[in-house]
């Protein structure tokens, strides 16, 4: 007989107190009405509503299907929706890899996505290159465009891809609404040489 290993526990009689709810944003409540900031309204719908765009090369996207699987099931987040093309997607999430030739290809694509947009580097070769320190891999992927989340391990076991997509709702939820159009944003994409 084998044994069991999923739903070890009963189902709870008390269903109320077993869902858990997002915070609201902080605001004024009343009787039949909730008045908040408009950044806090955008930043808890932004957070909650993530397309990721996986750029794949090798062992970090298998972790990443794992990730996307029924057993992890990213979709619990709000990053149900993988999407394939930039201009449809927020989240830049480079897993593996990435040779030389391919950075101008990375850089490309994070050009095509909209504004907002945010990029997670996933994986050892992602964030500094990993075990190939040679001439023709890119010693991490911040070197082509600007990364905000950085999730380490050779590869990432999902654990850690789901707590890279935490840290990045965190950010995404107290960015500004004016952050994107500060001096300093831009001076960073100018940095990159990025308009």
Sequence with gaps: ?????????????????????????????????????????????????????????????????????????????????????????????????????MGPVVRQVYLQMAEPRWVMAVGACACSGGIFDTYSVLQGIDQVVPVDVYVPGCPPRPEAIIDGILKMQDLIGKESLRRRNSDQYKALLASYGIQ
Excluded at 3 to 21: E, T, Y
Excluded at 24 to 35: K, L
Excluded at 43 to 61: E, Q, V
Excluded at 69 to 80: I, P, V
């Design 1 to 101: 007989m084998r044994p069991v290993r999923f739903n070890i526990h009963p189902i709870q009689a008390d269903l109320k107190n077993s869902i858990q709810m997002a915070d609201m944003p902080e605001g004024h409540q009343g009787e039949g009405f909730f008045s908040t900031t408009l950044n806090g309204v955008v930043g808890l719908a932004r957070k909650n509503s993530i397309w990721p765009l996986p750029f794949a090369t090798s062992c970090c996207g298998i972790e990443f299907m794992a990730t996307m699987g029924s057993h992890y099931d990213l979709a619990r987040f709000g990053s149900e929706r993988v999407g394939f093309s930039p201009r449809q997607c927020d989240l830049l999430m480079v897993m593996g890899t990435i040779a030389k030739k």
